[in-house]
């Protein structure tokens, strides 16, 4: 292997590296001939001598045309099969062949130095990325033009021209102009200029220029300098990964800057290059502390991102490293993942990268710390002379604190008792302490002992429950163990839900780090920590079974990919109770709060939980105080860990108020209609009292509102309401929610028909999307309702922009004054949305209230949706009594309850629901694609247009 002193001219570097992977590759000789080239490059500067333009012209057809035919065949290679990184190679030696061909015709043809002197030295020096021989189709061409010692017109002028010919062939270059010691300088003052020129690769002009600074480089700058360089290199990695995001598992994960990207991979490179030099990446890594097993799975992942991020490029046509909704699909299909039963292709494909991204995540803890502590700087000054603390055993048998981590005493820990990889945890749990890299290393080698004979173990099942539940937030114990592998090795079930993602725009991360969360808010409403919803930390000192809610926390996604969630659910989290060892009755609790964990949340968000018989078919459900509890504490936790922005005060609302509802029920044991409708009259009741109590008075209109309206709101919602409608009955205003998240919007007037279509619709021409809305009627015939809004990026709608605000009030009072804004509007769904396939669906029923038909409909969502919606119920003459909006990433599930306004009361008749459902549908459908657009099959309409 070459030293860092002794570069290795292009194409050698590369058909190396090429070739290091398996024999019979190609040369790149086989792709671009540069013998030709620069024939043919002679031939047009000799045809147009008396041309300068003409000849610069031919040139640069010439060396474009021999880009486009290297990139083109790149391009088929990765469609065939070839893996990313020989693909980024063949790349980089196109690129090479190019630049160089461009060299020396400049200095042949165009600046010619009939007697070069010592200002004229010149040579071309690839850095950064394309210093190591790597590009992705889209990537810079980071140049550095290093001269002997001082600019001179000759050299400048070929910089120049050399320049303007790559920028003009489309190739987007960062470059710099410096002498040997100016490279040096540079370096020991930025640690970014640095790792650039320590990936510095000769190109073509002056070798022994380049030569001679890579070896200055090496001796001034990166000689002694390992400790510091390491320090820069994680401080950097850290402060990446703050800026980015400190997730890894994100559903829109970015492969080059993200947590787990192929950012965190070069900077153990680096760290290990800067060490001990090398050349190709396997050269470099092959001698750096890794294991043969550490370094098959870093060499595997980079394979894996290097494939995604040129196949991204080429799909794109730019230098995007964000694997957005709109290209997973695509990328998926080009990389072979097809759909099998229960999961897309997309959604494996997805899976792979975050096992992927968590494989580059345990390299990165474990060499990085490794590395730090070998190479941290010695005591200064007085701290010299103090005694270096001793490893403290512990009192389990084979584990110590060394370094201020806990380690093992022997590598044959792990092996010899497969349970002490959980006792790693617990004892770091206990201790507070970080796990050494050592111990990590020993774990990740011995992961495979933990098998069913294990697991079954007593003591295992006692490790696994302390894991699970003891301390006060078990969270970052999980975490680690996930992290680790050990999880899903200690319960299976858990193992099938790691890196599993979604394929849809509602969950923000994978299954498996979703589930975390969810543990850990289920902790902190435990412990009071944070305030998110007060009656859940309020609950736990009345439930009986804490084991039985953060069991089936860990555990309610486990049936997902596998059919109907919450079925399966049921018998993969029956199967880890039995393993576990809880007794019967325990077991069947997890098993029906697994198997029902989306029950409240669906009829708190999606059905009216005034109406008696909503509460009364729930109060059944549910059966007992005891799992009502839990099932609500459950909910909360699982709607919180979806994403930020996800849980709002308007949710919390729901769910408390369902809860309460509920629970007087079944207090009163009478879940019949009518004992609900009771009780739910009695609730309403105390609230307004209340609220008289605090205000004084209330606005006639409020008095004649419905129960609906005083179990839908809470008190400083009410009051704000009750504030407005003092003033006049006749209001529009808006103030932001004070969960955040949207711009809440209250609107007051006499009903008429129509109305609710008007609303939505001068909502949708203002631009505001409608996430949520509650809709009430008075008994005078007069409206409250209320909506939630966001602009088009998700944002509070009009925050910022007050005029933004007083332009939406002015319309939607025109439109209750009856003039209503005109005119279309584009509704097309968004790219990101439009990757996804939602079938429309229109279900209508008579048995969830007594009164109303209740019209369910899933659709993707795309502005004006509900306006299109609502004009179909007004055209149909019929009334809405309450409407239940809710947006679920690039769906929505609205619940309209609805009476005819021809006859009195009573549920529709079966050809005016056949009518209503073909309406509904044909709306629903407007705008739905036969398949998702992505770009790559915008690319081939495109090209299919041009080709006639």
């Not at 079944?666 to 009780?679: C, F, I, Y």
């Amino acid at each position: 292997m070459s030293s860092p002193e002794s570069p290795v001219s292009p194409p050698t570097l590369v058909n190396r590296a090429l070739s290091s992977r398996r024999p019979g590759r190609w040369r790149i000789a086989d792709i671009i001939d540069g013998r030709a080239l620069r024939v043919k490059l002679t031939a047009a500067a000799l045809d147009n001598i008396n041309n300068p333009s003409a000849a610069r012209k031919g040139a640069l057809n010439l060396l474009h045309g021999a880009m486009f035919r290297g990139r083109l065949i790149a391009q088929e290679r990765l469609q065939q099969g070839a893996d990313g990184l020989d693909t980024a190679r063949l790349l980089a030696a196109v690129q090479d062949e190019v630049i160089h061909a461009l060299y020396d015709f400049t200095v042949t043809h165009v600046h010619r130095a009939s007697n070069p002197t010592e200002a004229e030295r010149l040579a071309i020096v690839a850095t950064g990325g394309y210093g190591r021989g790597v590009m992705a189709p889209s990537s810079d061409t980071d140049l550095l033009f290093l001269r002997a010692y001082k600019a001179s017109p000759h050299t400048e002028s070929v910089i120049e021209y050399m320049l303007y010919a790559l920028w003009d062939m489309g190739l987007k270059v960062g470059n710099a102009f410096r002498t040997p010691l100016e490279c040096v300088k540079l370096a020991l003052e930025d640690v970014t200029i640095k790792t650039s020129l320590l990936d510095s690769r000769f190109i073509c002009g002056d070798e022994k220029l380049a030569t001679d600074m890579m070896a200055l480089f090496q001796r001034e700058a990166v000689k002694g300098a390992d400790a510091q360089f390491i320090a820069d290199k994680l401080a950097e990695r850290d402060a990446r990964h703050a800026r980015i995001g400190d997730a890894r598992y994100v559903v829109e994960p970015n492969l080059k800057e993200g947590k787990g990207g192929l950012r965190d991979l070069q900077t153990l490179y680096w760290i290990v290059k800067h060490m001990n030099g090398g050349v190709t990446l396997e050269d470099v890594m092959r001698d750096g502390p890794f294991t043969d097993h550490e370094y098959t799975i870093f060499i595997r992942a980079a394979r894996f991102l290097w494939t995604v991020r040129c196949h991204i490029h080429f799909v794109t046509g730019r230098a995007e490293d964000r694997l957005s909704f709109d290209l997973q699909p695509e990328i998926a299909a080009r990389m072979g993942y097809r759909d099998r039963e229960g999961q897309q292709g997309v959604e494996r494909f997805m899976k792979r990268y975050f096992l992927v991204a968590k494989d580059v995540g345990g390299l990165t803890r474990i060499i990085a710390a490794k590395l730090e502590a070998e190479h941290k700087k010695k005591p200064e000054g007085l701290r010299r002379f103090l005694p270096v603390r001793a490893p403290q055993p512990l009192p389990e048998a084979g584990f110590m604190i060394e370094a201020g981590r806990i380690n093992i005493t022997q590598d044959d820990v792990m092996a010899s008792d497969p349970l002490n990889m959980i006792r790693l945890f617990t004892i770091a749990r206990r201790e507070q302490k970080d796990i050494h890299p050592a111990a990590l290393t020993a774990l990740t080698r011995n992961l495979r002992g933990l098998t069913d004979g294990v697991r079954e173990a007593s003591e295992a099942r006692a490790l696994i429950l302390d894991a699970v539940l003891g301390g006060n937030d078990p969270g970052p114990t999980l975490r680690r163990m996930n992290e680790a592998g050990v999880l899903g090795r200690a319960i299976p079930e858990f193992g099938t839900i790691v890196a599993q993602t979604q394929f849809n725009m509602y969950h923000h991360y994978t299954v498996d780090e979703h589930t975390l969360r969810a543990v850990g808010i289920v902790a902190d409403l435990e412990h009071g920590r944070g305030v998110i919803a007060p009656l859940a930390h309020e609950l736990f000192a009345s439930i009986e079974n804490r084991r039985a809610l953060y069991l089936a926390m860990l555990l309610h996604d486990t049936g997902k990919g596998k059919g109907d969630q919450q079925i399966a659910g049921m018998i993969t989290s029956r199967k880890a109770c039995e393993r576990l060892g809880l007794p019967d009755e325990e077991t069947d609790l997890v098993v029906w709060l697994v198997g029902h964990h989306l029950e409240m949340s669906e009829t708190a968000q999606k059905r009216d939980i005034s109406d008696p018989r909503t509460v009364a078919t729930f109060a059944r459900l549910v059966g007992s105080l005891e799992r009502l509890r839990l099932l609500y504490i459950l909910t909360v936790a699982d709607i919180k860990a979806v994403g930020p922005a996800v849980w709002n005060a308007w949710k919390g609302q729901l769910l408390a108020d369902l809860y309460h509802n509920t629970a007087a029920a079944l207090r009163g044991g009478r879940t019949d209609e009518a004992g609900v409708q009771s009780e739910l009259e009695r609730r309403a009741e105390i609230r307004r009292a209340a609220i008289i109590d605090r205000l004084g008075s209330l606005p006639p209109l409020l008095l004649e509102l419905e129960t609906a309206y005083w179990t839908g709101f809470d008190a400083d919602d009410i009051a704000w309401h009750a504030a407005a409608l003092a003033k006049s009955p006749d209001v529009v205003t808006t103030r932001m929610a004070p969960e955040g998240g949207a711009v809440a919007l209250l609107v007051s007037g006499k009903d008429r028909p129509g109305l609710f279509a008007d609303l939505a619709g001068t909502l949708m021409r203002q631009g505001a999307n409608i996430v949520a809305a509650q809709v009430f009627t008075s008994r005078g015939g007069r409206i409250v309702d209320v909506f939630m809004l966001q602009d088009i990026r998700g944002l509070p709608f009009g925050e910022g922009d007050a005029q933004r605000l007083v332009t939406l009030e002015k319309a939607i009072t025109a439109a209750l004054g009856g003039n209503p804004p005109t005119g279309g509007v584009k509704s097309r769904a968004g790219r990101r949305e439009a990757a996804f396939l939602v079938q429309p669906s229109v279900q209508i029923h008579d048995d969830i209230s007594a009164d109303y038909t209740v019209v369910d409909i899933a659709a993707r969502d795309r502005p004006g949706l509900l306006h299109e919606v609502a004009e179909v119920l007004a055209e149909l003459k019929l009334s809405i009594h309450s409407a239940h909006v809710g947006s679920y990433g690039e769906r929505v599930f609205d619940a309209f309850y609805v009476q005819s306004e021809t006859t009195t009361g009573g549920h529709l008749s079966k050809a005016r629901k056949e009518t209503l459902k073909e309406r509904l549908m044909a709306v629903l459908s407007r705008e739905e694609p036969d398949a998702p657009h992505t770009p790559a099959r915008k690319l081939r309409r495109s090209r299919a247009v041009d080709s006639f």
